[in-house]
């Protein structure tokens, strides 16, 4: 763990996997003009917490996030345990080799995971030890007119959930990724 500017985060590492460095940085160009031109701040709003908070009250996780895929990913929206509470206190950044959200990105569809050791593909990974996690669900953040993935909303939590639970929590998931665009960029029509 390391300290980040709002406590303990994941530990950072080079970043590995995923698309190669060119189309990498084609993309995070892309989300910055996109952002730019929408008027959407980088930085941490209350506005976002609060839709994080109200989400992890929803779903009964833990932890909740808005989280913007720039250099780092990046929580401009968080929810978590009190730092008295026993539970780990995430930053409000983490490395993209970390966590389940760059798959969201990757497949640019919602990841439901009631229990992250049930799959040997997303069990191993530095926020399972680190965190403790054992479920997480996330839903992309896609730009209606561009098509270009934002990042995503998730929640994540040490305990697994039951399997019969899966679908209502990813469709609650789904519901805030939503509400976040239509705080970002409201589709023509709404």
Same mark, same amino acid.
């Given at each position: 763990?390391? +300290? @980040?500017?709002?406590g303990?985060?994941?530990?950072?590492?080079p970043?590995t996997?995923?698309?190669?460095?060119?189309?990498?940085?084609i993309?995070l160009?892309?989300?910055?003009?996109?952002?730019?031109?929408?008027?959407v701040s980088?930085a941490?709003?209350?506005?976002f917490?609060?839709?994080? !908070?109200?989400?992890a009250? =929803?779903?009964?996780?833990l932890?909740?996030?808005v +989280?913007?895929?720039? =250099?780092?990913?990046t929580f401009?929206?968080?929810h978590?345990?009190p730092?008295d509470? @026993?539970?780990?206190?995430?930053?409000?950044?983490?490395?993209? +080799?970390?966590?389940?959200?760059?798959?969201?990105?990757? !497949?640019r %569809?919602?990841?439901?995971?009631?229990?992250?050791h049930?799959?040997? !593909?997303?069990?191993? +990974?530095?926020?399972?030890?680190a965190?403790g /996690?054992?479920?997480?669900? @996330?839903a992309?953040l896609?730009?209606?007119?561009?098509g270009?993935?934002?990042?995503t909303v998730?929640?994540?939590?040490?305990? %697994?959930r039951p399997l019969h639970?899966?679908?209502?929590?990813?469709d609650?998931?789904?519901?805030?990724?939503?509400?976040?665009?239509?705080? /970002?960029?409201?589709?023509p @029509?709404?």
């Open positions: 763990m390391r +300290n @980040g500017p709002h303990p985060s994941i530990p950072s590492g970043t996997g995923g698309p190669p460095p060119a189309h990498r940085a993309e160009g892309q989300r910055y003009e996109l952002l730019e031109h929408l008027g980088t941490a709003s209350q506005d917490d609060e839709l994080a !908070r109200g989400l009250e =929803e779903t009964g996780f932890y909740a996030f +989280n913007l895929f720039l =250099e780092e990913q401009v929206g968080l978590q345990p730092p509470s @026993g539970y780990v206190t995430v930053g409000r950044t983490m490395n993209h +080799n970390h966590g389940w959200c760059p798959e969201v990105v990757a !497949r %569809k919602a990841l439901p995971l009631y229990d992250v049930a799959s040997p !593909r997303f069990s191993g +990974n530095a926020v399972v030890d965190v /996690i054992r479920s997480y669900f @996330g992309p896609i730009h209606h007119d561009s270009t993935v934002l990042g998730c929640v994540i939590d040490p305990e %697994k639970e899966a679908r209502r929590i990813r609650i998931v789904i519901s805030a990724g939503a509400q976040v665009m239509d705080r /970002i960029a409201p589709a @029509g709404r």
